[in-house]
């Protein structure tokens, strides 16, 4: 079946240094959606990319969508405790409204 | 708007209880959605609705789990009987679906514990 993969796992920094998480769909995704989850609370909606190539950016989060649509990363510059927290990236299942989300990364930042 | 509201946001149930997940959605988005999140499995899709009809249940774990939605402004997932595998986060999320697959809302989710 469709499969979201996204890697790593668990990304330990220190406050300032950037982080990367990377997502792929074993389908091509008519879209990919980025979520954030703090500890404690709930999925928040956060960007979602559509076009293939398409980059874009909010303050210092800079999310990409692969050429062939089966890929996409997030970035983060010069990473802040407040962004701690896990960040999940999904795609609609079969172009439907079911959303297959990744297993998501987890960003710890050090003080 | 107040967001996607959820009710209880914790339960403590024994097991063989009937136990009963409220969510209201965001006024005027048509698709609802559960999902149960735990840390073996992630974040899974239990099942949605779009204008009140359920169109994929497909998630739903067993008989034990049935979900409904009298109307658009409410829904409820029920557990009967529940167990302790049952215990992890529910979440419930909306959206609006006019543009295709769009940015779900999800409410703060309700703890369950079956002991």
């Known amino acids: 079946g469709q499969q979201v993969m996204q890697i790593p796992q668990y990304q330990h920094v220190q406050e300032g240094e950037d982080f990367t998480t990377y997502c792929n769909s074993s389908?091509?995704?008519?879209?990919i959606q980025w979520y954030k989850q703090r500890p404690g609370g709930h999925p928040v909606f956060l960007i979602q990319l559509v076009k293939s190539g398409e980059v874009k950016k909010q303050k210092r989060l800079t999310f990409q969508f692969g050429e062939a649509k089966k890929n996409s990363s997030l970035h983060i510059t010069a990473t802040q405790t407040t962004d701690v927290g896990t960040y999940f990236c999904a795609g609609p299942m079969d172009s439907s409204y079911k959303l297959i989300f990744g297993s998501g990364t987890r960003l710890l930042v050090r003080p | 708007d107040a967001g996607v509201i959820q009710s209880p946001r914790h339960e403590v149930t024994e097991m063989g209880q009937e136990v009963t997940l409220r969510c209201k959605p965001i006024?005027?988005?048509?698709?609802l959605f559960w999902y149960r999140q735990t840390m073996m499995r992630g974040l899974e899709l239990l099942i949605y609705?779009?204008?009140?009809?359920?169109?994929?249940d497909s998630g739903m774990p067993e008989d034990r789990f049935s979900a409904k939605m009298p109307n658009a402004s409410f829904s409820t997932l029920k557990i009967q009987p529940s167990e302790p595998r049952d215990s992890a986060v529910y979440f419930c999320?909306?959206?609006?679906?006019?543009?295709?697959?769009?940015?779900?809302?999800f409410g703060p989710g309700t703890r369950l514990t079956v002991t």
């Open positions: 006024s005027g988005h048509d698709y």
């Open positions: 999320a909306s959206s609006f679906g006019l543009a295709g697959p769009y940015e779900q809302y």
């Open positions: 389908t091509t995704l008519s879209n």
């Open positions: 609705f779009n204008n009140n009809v359920p169109i994929d």
